[in-house]
T-cell receptor
């Protein structure tokens, strides 16, 4: 099956610093990648959709200047949390949609747990 | 308004029994897809089952079946013969539409924590 990796799996950083999270599709080309955020015991909330070679589409209420998304290739998308604050602490999950997608269109990464001190 | 509603924050079931997790949805699209995912404590999202809006038969995947009632806009997950390893958070999700650059994005329900007792 299709594999999506995320790096790092967890990160602790100081308030005010920036953190970059990578999402890679390992064995397929992903035309579209999605970034979700999940607070403890809550649902996944879509933050943005990124298509290779174009600007990301952000969901309402998500600050595009704070959460920078880059989808530079068909196998890599990055999410950079700029000037992170404790309220940004969360579980960030990416998913990737293959170029030739069937009904099971998204393959999820294992997630990145961000803790901002 | 909530597009996906899971009204059961938590469910308990005895090992080897069957359990139904409820999910209702709201959409004006004719073409949509409904998914169920399992999220254990590790956080990974495990795909369980899919139902397309035009599928006439209820989807089944091993011990998982989806009770799709289109007129009632419900897509309940039935897990038969529960196992201890089934204890996890379960999410219902919907994909709307049939194209566009954001095609494929999912809207998730609130989730149901399932606990299987020995």
């Amino acid at each position: 099956g299709a594999v999506v990796s995320q790096h790092p799996s967890w990160v602790i950083c100081k308030s005010g610093t920036s953190v970059k999270i990578e999402c890679r599709s390992l064995d397929f080309q992903a035309t579209t990648m999605f970034w979700y955020r999940q607070f403890p015991k809550q649902s996944l909330m879509l933050m943005a959709t990124s298509n290779e070679g174009s600007k990301a589409t952000y969901e309402q209420g998500v600050e595009k200047d704070k959460f920078l998304i880059n989808h530079a290739s068909l196998t890599l998308s990055t999410l950079t949390v700029t000037s992170a604050h404790p309220e940004d602490s969360s579980f960030y999950i990416c998913s990737a949609r293959a170029r030739e997608a069937t009904y099971n269109e998204q393959f999820f990464g294992p997630g990145t747990r961000l803790t901002v001190l | 308004a909530q597009k996906i509603t899971q009204t059961q924050p938590g469910m308990f079931v005895q090992e080897k029994e069957a359990v139904t997790l409820d999910c209702t949805y709201d959409t004006s699209d004719q073409s949509y897809g409904l998914f169920w995912y399992k999220q254990p404590s590790s956080g990974e999202m495990i795909f369980l089952i899919y139902q397309g809006s035009y599928d006439e038969q209820n989807a089944t995947e091993g011990r998982y079946s989806l009770n799709f009632q289109k007129a009632r806009k419900s897509a309940n997950l039935v897990i038969s013969a529960s196992q201890l390893g089934d204890s996890a958070m379960y999410f219902c999700a919907m994909r709307e539409g049939s194209g566009g650059t954001s095609y494929g994005k999912l809207t998730f329900g609130q989730g149901t924590i399932l606990t299987v007792h020995p």
